[in-house]
């Protein structure tokens, strides 16, 4: 099984500081890595697919980049709503299966 | 555009089976561009992907529920179910299915999937 390390673990900014997140795969994982948006209460939105590829609607502040085993979630100015909990997740092929990391939470600071 | 809405029993006795199922709106399920999935949230924790399944009836589980997962679908119905055996209190969590989209690209051991949209989960508690 892929393990997905997110760090860190709880990350204290304020709006308009730039958000720094990391995922970390015990495997390589080429450019195969999502990330999702979760607020309380509600559902995770997809950001993030393939590394870097924006999902339909999500603000250009949000970027994903790396390969192989380290990939990165900047949000590059936070706004308010932006504080929640972010989480990868990828697929391995063989045998079949899915993982997410344990999740970064992200609050005001 | 495509909705995911879960829908069962929100309480569930230890020992007993939990069942739930997700209607698909605004998409079909006989899609081939998708695959569907269920994941759980235990209170103030993180996603555990269970299991997902393709319309031809394929599955594919989490190999630590499998031997209590099964998962099915309903074309007729665009519906796709879960039924979770032995539930105990660990089993306590927001049940979300959502849609996985799949690009059938894969280097070395990975592929591309992410899931999208979700449904908006469902609280299922296991409790007497």
């Known amino acids: 099984e892929i393990v997905l390390t997110q760090s860190p673990a709880t990350l204290s900014l304020s709006p308009g500081e730039r958000a720094t997140l990391s995922c970390r795969a015990s495997q390589s994982l080429s450019s195969y890595l999502a990330w999702y948006q979760q607020k309380p209460g509600q559902a995770p939105r997809l950001l993030i697919y393939?590394?870097?590829n924006r999902a339909t609607g999500i603000p250009a502040r949000f970027s994903g980049s790396g390969s192989g085993t380290d990939f990165t979630l900047t949000i590059s100015s936070l706004e308010p709503e932006d504080f929640a909990v972010y989480y990868c997740q990828q697929r391995s092929h063989w045998p079949w299966g899915i993982t997410f990391g344990q999740g970064t939470r992200l609050e005001i600071k | 555009q495509l909705q995911l809405q879960e829908s069962g029993p929100g309480l569930v006795k230890p020992s007993e089976t939990l069942s739930l199922t997700c209607t698909v709106s605004g998409g079909s399920i006989n899609s081939n561009s998708y695959y569907w999935g269920w994941i759980r949230q235990p209170p103030g924790k993180g996603l555990e992907w269970i299991g997902t399944i393709y319309y031809s009836g394929s599955t594919y589980y989490n190999p630590s529920l499998k031997s209590r997962v099964t998962m099915s679908v309903d074309t007729s119905k665009n519906q796709f179910s879960l039924r979770l055996t032995s539930v105990t209190a660990a089993d306590t969590a927001v049940y979300f299915c959502?849609?996985?989209?799949?690009?059938?690209?894969?280097?070395?051991?990975?592929?591309?999937?992410?899931?999208?949209?979700w449904g908006q989960g469902t609280l299922v508690t296991v409790s007497s």
């Open positions: 393939d590394a870097s």
């Open positions: 959502a849609a996985l989209k799949t690009s059938g690209y894969c280097s070395g051991g990975s592929c591309s999937t992410r899931f999208d949209p």
